[in-house]
């Protein structure tokens, strides 16, 4: 079956130039926009990563003071160290978990 028994109207006609190669753009304004809109959003998310690391070091910065009080008001008080991970919630006993209608 050849490509001109596919064709369906003239819109979908297969030229000759499409068929020599098929990869080639079929309309170079459209990939020049999708290039520009990709180039403009690689900016905006390499913006978005400084802006995060930026923060990021912030962050840890405070963390850091944060912590350094915390041991200042521990050593005056003489109270050891609180541990910093939460501890984790074991299951409830099978006797209080909530039951499932039948």
């Known amino acids: 079956m050849s490509d001109y028994s596919k064709a369906r109207g003239v819109h979908s006609v297969v030229t000759m130039s499409e068929r020599a190669d098929p990869l080639q753009p079929k309309n170079r304004g459209r990939l020049i926009a999708k ?3 990709l180039n403009h959003q690689k900016l905006l998310l390499e913006r978005l990563n400084r802006v995060w690391v930026e923060q990021q070091a912030s962050t ?3 963390l850091r003071r944060l912590q350094a009080q915390i041991d ?3 050593g005056v008080i003489g109270i ?3 541990p910093t991970a939460v501890p984790r919630r074991t299951a ?4 209080e978990r909530p039951r499932r209608r039948p």
């Open 35 to 37: 290039l520009a809109r």
């Open 60 to 62: 840890q910065a405070r």
């Open 72 to 74: 200042a008001i521990h």
């Open 80 to 82: 050891a160290r609180l």
């Open 92 to 95: 409830p006993p099978s006797s």
